[in-house]
Structure formats: structure tokens, C-alpha cells
């Protein structure tokens, strides 16, 4: 079965300074992988998602993310944290590439924190 | 609708009462899925629904949750007897095809956060 494990469950950075959240994700197929924001008492929002063509992924806001099989990693990041990227990030893994079935596997979250 | 809707968005009820969640995906939208949200934790899958086949309810965590969908339209998700441990954020998706990468842009809308007392 497919697993995403985010390190870190709180990540605390300074305005301006480099956002840095971690992902990294067991399966035995090529996968989908996805990165979500999660804004207080919002929905989740897409952030960018790895299709296997480019392994550097550009996303909304300032992130990108990179796909790295030997690893099993894809990280979010963004060279200058904005106050307004305070949130609740999320990863998140296709359980069936292929197939007809689609739901997503989701990591616990990492609870992104932005100082002035 | 513009986006995933989800009524109500707030829900308090008593231990063995029975509560139905409503979620409006985004027009046009065949694939729908429920998801639960404890806190701390990220999100499960409940139930997934994809035009007239068969709903896949493989997450659903005991029989006394149930879901439907008539179509491609609105679907419910119904708990029967609430237990405490099932107070949660219950976040429904639509999305827009059944294969390829567009199944799985899953479009989140806002949730309905139950609180069982």
C-alpha cells in the first residue's frame, strides 16, 4: 500500500527566510504526488503535482516541489517565506495510477509558521 | 456552482444521534469523494463515487456510515448513532474525469465540522 510521511508535524520560519517542508512516500508504482494548502477554516487547495514529466514542479504562490525517485522524496519549498504562507500544508500520493480508482493518500500535515 | 460546496459547515449533536452531511460538487465534476480529518491528523478516505458505477467504500471505518449520490449530482454522507470518536472535519472533493492525471485534481470543498458530545 502507498504511504506519505511528512517530517516534522510544526515548521517555524522567519519572513523572508527559506520554506523548507518535507515529504516522502512509499510505492511500487510511478506516482502521482501532490502538494495542498489548507488556510484556517478553508478547504484544501492545490498547490502543484508531480505527473512524471518535469521532475522540478512549479506550483501557486511562490512553491515548487522536487521529484526524487532515488530518494522517495518530493519537498515543498520556496526561497522567501511571506507571512501570508502561514498554513497547514499537506502531501498527498494517487493510491492507483492507471486504474479507474483515484482517491488520494494524504500525510499527516505539516502546520507552517511564518515570524515577522 | 464555482466551487465544492458543503452544508452544514458547522455540526453539534449528541452521542447517538444520527447526522447527515450534504455535498454539492462542482458541476460537471463525475468523481466525488468524502474524506475525514481528525484533528492532528491528515485526511482519510471514506467513500468514492464515480458516475453510475458502483461507489468504492472501502474507507468507510464502520456500518454505521453511509453514503449516496444520485447521478452526478449531490451526494450524502449519513452517520448513524455518532460516537465521540467520530467528531471530525468532513471534507468532500469533486473532480473532473475518471482517468488519467485530471481524476486525481481533486477540487476540496470547505468541510463540515462535526462535534459529537
Known amino acids: 500500500a502507498q504511504s506519505v510521511t511528512q517530517l516534522g508535524s510544526h515548521v517555524s520560519v522567519s519572513e523572508g527566510a527559506l520554506v523548507l517542508l518535507r515529504c516522502n512516500y512509499s510505492?511500487?508504482?510511478?506516482?502521482?504526488l501532490f502538494w495542498y494548502v489548507q488556510y484556517p477554516n478553508q478547504g484544501l487547495q492545490l498547490l502543484l503535482k508531480?505527473?512524471?514529466?518535469?521532475?522540478l514542479v512549479k506550483g501557486i504562490n511562490g512553491f515548487e516541489a522536487e521529484f526524487k525517485k532515488s530518494e522517495t522524496s518530493f519537498h515543498l519549498t520556496k526561497p522567501s517565506a511571506h507571512m501570508s504562507d502561514a498554513a497547514e500544508y499537506f502531501c498527498?500520493?494517487?493510491?492507483?495510477?492507471?486504474?479507474?480508482?483515484?482517491?488520494?493518500?494524504f500525510g499527516k500535515g505539516t502546520k507552517l509558521s511564518v515570524k515577522p | 456552482g464555482a466551487g465544492v460546496s458543503q452544508s452544514p459547515s458547522n455540526k453539534v449533536t449528541e452521542k447517538g444521534k444520527d447526522v447527515e452531511l450534504r455535498c454539492d460538487p462542482i458541476?460537471?465534476?463525475?468523481?466525488l469523494y468524502w474524506y475525514r480529518q481528525r484533528l492532528g491528523q491528515g485526511l482519510e478516505f471514506l467513500i468514492y463515487?464515480?458516475?453510475?458505477?458502483?461507489?468504492?467504500k472501502s474507507g468507510l471505518p464502520s456500518d454505521r456510515f453511509s453514503a449516496e449520490r444520485t447521478g452526478e449530482s449531490v451526494s450524502t454522507l449519513t452517520i448513524q448513532r455518532t460516537q465521540q470518536e467520530d467528531s471530525a472535519v468532513y471534507l468532500c472533493?469533486?473532480?473532473?474525469?475518471?482517468?488519467?492525471?485530471?481524476?486525481?485534481?481533486?477540487?476540496f470543498g470547505a468541510g463540515t465540522r462535526l462535534s459529537v458530545l
Open positions: 458541476s460537471g465534476h463525475t468523481a
Open positions: 510505492s511500487s508504482v510511478p506516482p502521482y
Open positions: 472533493a469533486s473532480s473532473l474525469v475518471s482517468s488519467g492525471i485530471a481524476k486525481n485534481i481533486q477540487y
Open positions: 463515487f464515480q458516475g453510475n458505477s458502483a461507489p468504492d
Open positions: 498527498a500520493v494517487s493510491e492507483d495510477y492507471g486504474g479507474s480508482q483515484g482517491n488520494l493518500i
Open positions: 508531480y505527473t512524471s514529466a518535469a521532475t
